[in-house]
């Protein structure tokens, strides 16, 4: 890991986004609770959430970071094909959050992934990027 010790502590935040391409009829089974696994969208939140807190234990070199905050959210623009998900996270830290960030947006992709796969065999998980980092 590198070395943040000399690092000062700063309120940090890291915003990450991505998507995951559906048929409109997935989209449909979701909005009506209709996917037999259960709630995607409040499923796939709790697992983002979890991830984020997670990051120090999955990726090898990532710090270990007790998170103040993290929020998923999700939106399903006009064209009914898509997910876009959002994920920011919060610390007063010596190092950042984007490694939570991101980790939190791609796991609540790929929950919605396991829990629609038996309806669409077509999903595809992109755009994973981080929008914004901040210190102040």
């Known amino acids: ?9 700063q309120l940090r935040e ?4 991505g998507e995951i391409r559906l048929q409109r009829e997935t989209i449909k089974l979701i ?4 996917i037999t696994k259960g709630n995607v969208l409040a499923t796939a ?3 983002g959430i ?6 120090g234990e999955l990726i090898p070199l990532c710090h270990p970071l007790p998170l103040t905050h993290c929020q998923v959210n999700f ?3 006009k064209g009914r094909d ?3 998900i959002t994920a920011s996270a919060k610390i007063s830290a010596q190092t950042g959050v984007e490694m939570e960030a991101l980790t939190a947006v791609s796991v609540a992709a790929l929950t919605i992934y396991d829990m629609c796969k038996a ?14 980092k901040t210190k102040h």
């Open 45 to 47: 939140r709790v697992a």
């Open 50 to 55: 979890q991830a984020a807190k997670k990051c």
């Open 14 to 17: 890291a915003v990450a986004r």
């Open 75 to 77: 939106e399903i623009p």
């Open 82 to 84: 898509r997910i876009i």
């Open 1 to 9: 890991m590198v070395d943040v010790s000399s690092k000062p502590v």
């Open 119 to 132: 309806a669409d065999k077509k999903m595809r998980i992109i755009d994973i990027k981080l929008v914004s």
């Open 31 to 34: 909005e009506s609770n209709d």
